[in-house]
């Protein structure tokens, strides 16, 4: 039966399953494909985008750190695009330069409560461009493994069907529907996998970005009360 060829190694042929599938089972199966291929996308380009911005964001720091102006900072940074940390420097260094103290040295009371809050939005906004995408993760782990689901209890029925029309349970009557049924079963479950380990990698090395962020907000007050622009 071509829906059981066997290879060399006795192992069942998956494209003889697939090509014995049936409608759909083959529905199933495209959806699954697509909600992989976008997640694998997913993947590599947050990858890309996570360690090109920690990448930005340790040289950044290394600027903060050395001490100097904040103007030279600013200068010594404007080409570090991708790192949060630097956009919300610049953010707050916006701010002071739109908005001088009124003293003339440094920010206090209500002019240090609106630079936390600038602070502080432009952080929201880049930790918001970081999780871009991550929800399709999330939402490819949850759905997948019941959409493989929905084609196994198919596939189970197609089973049944096939005994009912062939008067007795015979491996012609029901090994189609179940070979239907456990190949979307594998998908939802290969599509599934990949989705959960990524989404809860990047999420992990989020959350460590917005502690970092966190703690430069803290630096980045506790210099500017303390320095001229």
Do not use: C
Not at 31 to 51: M, Y
Request: proline fraction near 3%.
């Amino acid at each position: 039966m071509p829906f059981l060829a066997a290879g060399a190694a006795g192992q069942v042929e998956i494209w003889s399953l697939l090509r014995e599938s049936g409608a759909m089972g083959r529905f199933v199966l495209t959806v699954l494909l697509v909600f992989s291929v976008v997640s694998w996308g997913i993947i590599a380009e947050r990858f890309r985008t996570f360690r090109k911005a920690e990448r930005e964001t340790d040289a950044f720091l290394a600027h903060f750190r050395r001490g100097g102006g904040l103007a030279g900072i600013q200068d010594a940074t404007t080409t570090l695009r991708e790192s949060p940390l630097a956009e919300v420097f610049r953010a707050g260094f916006r701010e002071i330069s739109l908005n001088p103290p009124a003293s003339g040295t440094a920010p206090v009371g209500d002019e240090l409560e609106a630079l936390d809050r600038i602070l502080r939005k432009s952080a929201l906004v880049q930790s918001a461009r970081l999780e871009r995408s991550l929800g399709f993760l999330a939402t490819t782990a949850s759905a997948t493994p019941f959409i493989g689901l929905f084609g196994t209890v198919w596939g189970i029925m197609k089973a049944f069907h096939g005994i009912g029309a062939a008067g007795a349970a015979t491996l012609a009557a029901y090994a189609p529907g179940i070979a239907e049924a456990l190949v979307t079963t594998a998908a939802g479950i290969g599509a599934a996998i990949p989705a959960v380990i990524a989404y809860n990698h990047f999420l992990a090395r989020l959350r460590g970005m917005d502690a970092r962020t966190d703690e430069f907000i803290a630096d980045f007050i506790h210099r500017v009360q303390g320095r001229r622009t």
